[in-house]
């Protein structure tokens, strides 16, 4: 994985740093904390003489440039499922345990529909923040079935264990009394038996997909900035996000 750099603007310590983890020390608990991650030392100090605000604005302005390459959309196509809604899903948490929020991303014929952020946990984890994010994609997918049951439905999220707790191991779970092999109480397990539940109303009108984490695909990317956005801004409750879904914009907001 390439190196990236991250520039601190307001957080315990600020200025230029390579090292994912210090930064979220650094900036977690702080609902007014600014960075960004930049690609090169160069762009990320280039990035520090100018003031936050500057610097989404540029990469805004960046990102939505028109570009002769083929622009990366959120294809159902790419993960083998022609669906005519998509659920990106994902969590934040940090440090883990810690502060964490829940996002989702919302296509409809390949076109951005809704974003959702919110239930924030100031004790959660990475695995409940991915798991809440599953739990709410189910939701809205029995509200898309109950308007038209004939509509197909994907929601991916980039946690295979989040995935794997609902559609492979819950069912011996449940068996088992909601416990392991090895006898012992599994995690997270309320939010574990409602995604079950729900899911097996719902398994034969849509499909479950991994998607692979930061590789530039949008929904994945949106939901990421929301799961984020949903940590810094406490936001308990699940709600949709009421600004204008400029991509280049929100792409531009703090990532996990």
Not at 86 to 109: E, F, L, M, R
Request: with cysteine; aromatic share 10%.
């Amino acid at each position: 994985m390439a190196k990236k750099y991250y520039v601190i603007w307001k957080g315990a310590k600020t200025g230029i740093f390579d090292n994912w983890p210090q930064v979220q020390q650094l900036t977690s608990g702080r609902p007014d904390a600014q960075y960004m991650g930049f690609t090169t030392k160069a762009d990320a100090e280039k990035a520090y003489q100018d003031t936050y605000t500057k610097a989404l604005a540029k990469r805004a302005l960046t990102q939505t440039k028109p570009s002769t390459k083929k622009a990366t959309k959120p294809s159902a196509n790419a993960h083998g499922v022609d669906a005519d809604i998509q659920i990106y899903s994902d969590g934040a948490c940090s440090p883990n345990p810690g502060q964490a929020g829940t996002g989702i991303a919302v296509y409809h014929k390949g076109g951005l529909q809704a974003l959702w952020y919110g239930l924030y946990e100031d004790q959660g984890t990475n695995n409940s923040a991915e798991l809440l994010g599953l739990l709410e994609s189910f939701k809205l997918a029995q509200q898309f079935i109950h308007i038209d049951k004939n509509q197909t439905i994907e929601i991916l999220s980039d946690s295979r264990y989040s995935i794997d707790c609902i559609t492979k191991w819950a069912a011996g779970w449940q068996r088992k009394g909601w416990k392991k092999a090895d006898g012992q109480p599994i995690k997270n397990p309320e939010i574990i038996k409602s995604c079950f539940e729900l899911y097996q109303q719902l398994k034969q009108h849509l499909t479950v997909s991994h998607v692979k984490g930061h590789a530039n695909i949008e929904g994945n990317e949106l939901a990421d900035r929301m799961a984020v956005y949903a940590r810094m801004s406490q936001q308990k409750s699940f709600v949709k996000f009421d600004k204008t879904l400029d991509v280049g914009v929100i792409l531009a907001m703090p990532s996990g």
